[in-house]
């Protein structure tokens, strides 16, 4: 079945630590998004990326980094520079031509 | 001015009842616009797409777009418990990057 896999569903981070979310998608995807949602909020776009290689900067990139080495991958890493990270972080992919976006099960990040 | 808003609601509607759900935008040259429920601690799942002025009827679920008021709606019709959940309104704006934007969300909840 086609899809998008995020891992791990659950995750502890350190203070200080970096951490790294991953996001699979075999739908064949061209774009491919990072969200983060706070409780009671809406999504919130960290970054996005249309083509391998190439990622934009969404509303709240500060303290985010991503790469886009394979078109059906797009990991990110919450780096220290975060100091609020504690949040449910959502991928999602979407076809170039503007069509809805399907996303992933989500990843929820607690700071311990 | 937010690029996309919504009312946060919550929204109470009897069962059976009409629930009316109302989403503005601020980029006149949006092209695609969604709608997507999210039920409490999951991901957000593709309900309707609407792409050209007028009404898209799917079941219970009727989608309306006025671009020259740039309003786009969701009507629920025949609630049900079930549909209680918070809905998000989300549009492709014009542009090279596609680049989808959420809005905050509208909790709705059904009373039995």
């Known amino acids: 079945d086609g899809g998008i896999t995020q891992s791990p569903k659950y995750l502890f981070r350190k203070e200080g630590q970096n951490v790294t979310l991953s996001c699979e998608q075999n739908?064949?995807?061209?774009?491919m998004y990072w969200y983060r949602q706070d409780p009671g909020q809406g999504l919130r776009l960290i970054y996005y990326s249309q083509i391998v290689n190439d990622f934009q900067k969404g509303d709240i990139a500060e303290g985010y980094s991503v790469s886009r080495e394979k078109k059906e991958s797009f990991p990110l890493t919450v780096t220290s520079a975060q100091k609020n990270p504690t949040a449910f972080y959502l991928c999602a992919s979407t076809q170039i031509a503007g069509a809805e976006a399907f996303f992933g099960q989500g990843t929820r990040l607690t700071v311990v | 001015q937010k690029e996309v808003e919504q009312n946060s609601g919550p929204l109470s509607v009897p069962e059976g009842a009409i629930a009316s759900l109302n989403c503005t935008y601020s980029d006149r040259g949006s092209q695609s616009f969604f709608w997507y429920r999210q039920y409490s601690g999951k991901s957000p799942e593709l309900i309707m797409s609407i792409y050209s002025n007028g009404d898209k009827e799917d079941g219970r679920f009727t989608a309306q777009l006025n671009k020259a008021s740039q309003y786009v709606s969701l009507l629920i019709r025949d609630s049900q418990p079930s549909d209680s959940a918070t809905y998000l309104c989300?549009?492709?704006?014009?542009?090279?990057?596609?680049?989808?934007?959420f809005g905050t969300g509208t909790k709705l909840q059904v009373i039995p």
């Open positions: 989300a549009v492709i704006q014009r542009g090279g990057y596609q680049k989808v934007t």
């Open positions: 739908l064949n995807h061209d774009a």
